[in-house]
């Protein structure tokens, strides 16, 4: 207590910037999100120096790609500016509040039209870059919206692309960052024709084929794990790794799987296809009650029947 009154009568103050180690702000940055960092930066100009640091933004934007579960590659933290990684960090929390503030309640479709007039002082979207994916063949103008053959991976940068010829993978630049160059294919798998059976237009006589191609994308660590379904009568299903997106990326072919849908009354094409770590879900028919369970690692399927549960067939896959 003594000290105390010793140091106020000499006209001493503690700083809680400048006394406070540094390295206990950047930990205590370690564990905000990006807002309460920029919240942190605006308090004083000591604080917005001190953590306007590369290392602690590039923390800050792998602290957003998890909360928002973003592909982690989508940002090249190596190859960015500071002012680019802080302003794709703080992007996702920007663009909600902008909504919040801009949104409204449409509660009776009568009130529909009012979001259809347009803002004079709004700005209109202005296109930078443009990139043709070419639209899967065989395939008319009722093709499903769910199954497009394309797939943007969380964060922007990457984009699958299946049109059953062929399997790619698209760099299309870092999301919010004016690019440098244009998109590019940074792998592609072509398939022999043939392989995904009888996709053609009006394919036996049966008509249009108005089912795409179906696909389901996951991301792996710095990789993606890709699984592909399409055929009608016979569905070709493929699985396949991109082990690292920035460094060569090519695909690795993990297994094919031919599934005989003839017996289907109805769609006799792949209706769901999702990739759970090792194994794909895959239903056949717009009907069906029967689904596989793929494991493309050990070469092994399961069909189960819903409306019983129980397991109809566990059998190896042969090639």
Request: charged residues 20%; contains cysteine.
């Amino acid at each position: 207590m003594a000290s105390s009154k010793v140091a106020r009568l000499q006209g001493q103050h503690l700083s809680i910037v400048g006394d406070t180690p540094s390295d206990l702000w950047y930990e205590i940055a370690r564990l905000s999100y990006p807002p309460e960092i920029a919240s942190l930066q605006s308090t004083c100009r000591a604080l917005r120096e001190l953590l306007f640091q590369k290392s602690v933004w590039v923390a800050a934007l792998k602290a957003m790609c998890r909360q928002n579960h973003l592909f982690l590659p989508s940002y090249p933290t190596e190859q960015m500016s500071l002012a680019n990684i802080q302003r794709c960090a703080l992007g996702p929390y920007i663009f909600k509040k902008l909504v919040q503030e801009n949104s409204s309640v449409v509660a009776r479709s009568k009130d529909e039209q009012l979001l259809a007039n347009v803002n004079p002082d709004s700005k209109a979207v202005r296109t930078i870059a443009k990139v043709d994916f070419q639209k899967p063949h065989g395939i008319g103008d009722g093709m499903s919206s769910s199954a497009s053959g394309i797939y943007l991976v969380p964060g922007g940068r990457f984009a699958v692309v299946f049109d059953g010829n062929s399997l790619a993978l698209w760099d299309l630049g870092v999301a919010g960052v004016r690019p440098n160059q244009q998109a590019s294919r940074v792998a592609q798998v072509t398939f022999a024709p043939g392989t995904f059976p009888a996709v053609e237009e009006g394919e036996g006589g049966h008509g249009p084929l108005i089912e795409g191609p179906r696909m389901s994308v996951r991301h792996r660590g710095d990789g993606l794990r890709i699984a592909v379904a399409w055929g009608r009568g016979t569905v070709i299903a493929k699985a396949f790794d991109v082990l690292s997106v920035d460094n060569n990326p090519d695909f690795i072919l993990l297994g094919t799987l031919a599934i005989n849908a003839t017996h289907e009354e109805r769609r006799f094409w792949c209706k769901e296809l999702e990739v759970y770590d090792n194994r794909a879900l895959i239903t056949v028919g717009r009907e069906s009650r029967e689904f596989i369970i793929w494991n493309f690692v050990e070469s092994r399927f399961s069909v189960i029947d819903a409306r019983s549960s129980q397991r109809i067939a566990t059998q190896k896959v042969s090639i």
